[in-house]
């Protein structure tokens, strides 16, 4: 036996150092990210001979391509090369489901924006110009430009989907009150402050190496390698972080990505491609709009016999990422409520816009808000307390069973109900705003509660595996590598603490390394909240699997059992005997045993039936509840949010702060888009919202004053998840519903009891304007 | 080509750049100064804020050459050596960023009003902040690091005086 490189001694005590999970760390960037040292790809020096590309895009919504010149394009000096669908050596097909998505268009485009050709020039400007330079002759053909035409003409990318339980007809029919109605709720930008970018690098045997501002570097690796005819092996896709993605950066990055390597191959040089701000938000896809309607049977309390909706998408021109987001927003209607009887129908509309795709909460916050809708229709026109009706229609006992057949556990919701409504003061301020609007003939005030209960893994269940490489070096050192990438949301550090606490060490002993197709392969995307769940179990068990044979090592060293071996505060105990972890790994080495590991996790327990649309698609649920308090002036339409009161569920938290973090933000990022983020096309089909001067984001002036975030206290995960903890990134961003729930409210006080507020989504001030006159006229 | 010289960072550079050329463009492609992030191109979202002679500036919406004599800070011209500026250490430890990309922009705005205003009311704040776009953390910890920050140059001016 090789003896320790030190000698034994007496620890220190292992309480020294507690455990890196379950406490606040700053982000994994956070310094870098404050002295501008973070390099984010458009801040990479380039390679020699790298060129810089601009695209070239449809003019039309509709129209037949039937000429390219580039020919004056060319002729500009410092102009390498145009590329154009001929150029692409394989299949010209980037569809992320269904086949069929065209990188580059052929003879046929479908959006304004629409991208035909890339110019490769010398650097950006000479790229841009030569880009404008580019005829595209066409012959226009009619476009569908507006969700309501495609409804009419049934005009669908694929069939419609149906969620069904029971039978809701008799009891639609039979019910004390049946209500019908309808909501319509835009589509949101995503705006990462950092644009979609790519810088493709040729290498020997046709290899590419693609640093892509992605969230799914398989996906990218798998369809650039389509594209070039290559296998998978011959393509490294990476990224280390992200200026943001919120969903635009999981099938919509392929694109830029895609275009990069082609012209790479083409030209055989670097080539980098950044979409200005401009062209990012006119070429690429954005939350789906919807029309969500429903028909629906209550009781004299406001309790739901039976429920048939139907949510009608947006898709724009391609199918893209549509099924599943249509499938998460059907799984979402009924939110927290138990829907006896019940049909659900999804339709994919066909319009003649970028192609709607993935976007935090991936069609789960339309659904939701169909149910919200839905439940506030009951309670203004029984007259009933819109807290109570919620609460009586909440899942409970013998009422547990989703659309979708999967019996729900460990509901929440009804005790946190209790705890929000006493520290958010409920139904004192109630009172106050009532006594306020009676008062009050110009300003008024508007109060609702939302809840939010939110499915967690992806609905597809094969999408629910992660990897996860780790290293310890001879110095005690650790690398971490997993196929979950970094954003913002806080996923490195977290993953990190997870690996810290597993050896017991220092969070800064761990080092997060770029994400690359190369370490881990075939992974599923940063998405569908499930980053910290997939990828943080992975990154445990190769951890353990390493501390295990460390362990071993040690047991011998100490000659003591190795269930005696514990890993604390940078060091190996094992009753009075310890050693540091450095000099163990060392050990280990010299013993010849690997301080390497893979990891891989798949999430148990769910299954999914598409063609029933049954099962168990979540392993458990995400809850959360909001309460907020508006103010509009009903002579402008100008609006306010004067308090928001949140409880959320995030089970035993990873790190409080990235947690809070992710709820404040998401929270925000939902109340943009239901009151100010508008996008508006013309009647030709431009978009004419696409940049910040047109599209407003919520800035700082915009947030409530008064803005208290709880985390769920003492509530670790019921399912065996990363030490107990929940999926954070998506659910929140569902609370602000409570902000266009109160803005509801607050019109509603200038119209008699029982009169529904034709206020839909954004609720622009414009819109509040409208909905204060027609109040006024009700 | 014009010939701009400037300060940046305390040191003095120069350089032939095209009359059309960016201020933000200069930094980041001549300098490689990349910690100022241009994030809309046309002067919104504040993520390519620098001081110029002390002051504030978007600089994706000036010139090179307006630069022309002027002594420019950027981001990585805040900490002196190891030490970092209190502005950042408070973006650090108030966890007032998440992806990070508009946080240069941030602490730069955020150094600028503290120096008109050491002591600014979280309304004024807010105010200040309206041209700087933060899409992931929903501003509520920006807001809390930009008054720790300012309590934190405030103690070390004072400290300075004493």
Sequence with gaps: MTMPPSPLTMPPSPSASPSAVHVTAAHDSALKHTTGEAIYIDDMPLPRGALHLALVTSAWAHARITGIDVGAALALPGVSAVITAKDIIGPNDIGAIVPGEVLLAEDLVEYVGHPIAAVCARDEDTARRAAALVTIEGAPLPPVLALDAAIGDKHYLLPPSVFLRGDPDPDLARAPHRLTGSVRVGGQDHFYLETQVALAIPGEDRDMLVHSGTQHPTEVQHLVARLLSLDMNAVTVEIRRMGGGFGGKESQATLVAGIAAVAARVTGHPCKLRLDRDTDMEVTGKRHGFLLSWDVGVDDEGRILAVDMTLAADCGWSIDLSPGVVSRALSHADNAYFYPHVRLTGLYCKTNRQSNTAFRGFGGPQGMMAAEAMVDHIARTLQLDPVETRRRNFYGPGRDITPYHQTVEHFRLPAMLETLLASADYATRRASVDAFNATNPTLRKGLALSPVKFGVSFNKPEMNQAGALVHVYTDGSVSLNHGGTEMGQGLFVKVAQVVAAVFGLDLDRIKPTATTTGKVPNTSPTAASSGTDLNGMAAKIAAETIRARMAEQAAALFEEPVEAIRFESNRVFAGNKSLSFPELAEACHGERISLSSTGFYRTPKIHFDRTTNTGRPFLYFAHGLAVSEVAIDTLTGEWKPLRVDILHDVGASLNPAVDKGQIEGGFIQGMGWLTMEELVWDKVGRLRTHAPSTYKIPTARDVPAVFTVELLADAPNEEATVFRSKAVGEPPLVLALSVWLALRDAVGSLAPAGWVPPLAAPATPEKILMACEEARRA | ?162
Excluded at chain 2, 84 to 113: I, K, N, W, Y
């Design chain 2, 1 to 162: 080509m014009p010939t701009v010289s400037m300060t940046v960072n305390g040191k003095q550079v120069s350089g032939e750049v095209d009359a059309r050329k960016l201020l933000v463009e200069f930094l980041r492609e001549n300098l490689l100064l990349t910690g100022t992030h241009v994030g809309c191109d046309t002067s919104q979202c504040g993520a390519c804020v620098v001081h110029v002679d002390g002051r504030s500036v978007k600089s994706c919406t000036m010139l090179a050459v307006m630069a022309d004599g002027a002594s420019v800070t950027t981001i990585e011209g805040m900490a002196s050596g190891e030490t970092m500026h209190p502005m950042q250490e408070a973006f650090r430890e108030q966890h007032g960023l998440q992806c990070g990309f508009c946080t240069p922009g941030m602490v730069m705005s955020a150094v600028d009003l503290v120096a008109v205003n050491p002591d600014p009311s979280e309304a004024e704040i807010r105010h200040w902040l309206g041209g700087n776009i933060c899409r992931c953390t929903g501003y509520h910890n920006i807001v809390e690091a930009v008054r720790d920050g300012a309590a934190r140059m405030r103690a070390l001016g004072k400290a300075a005086a004493e």
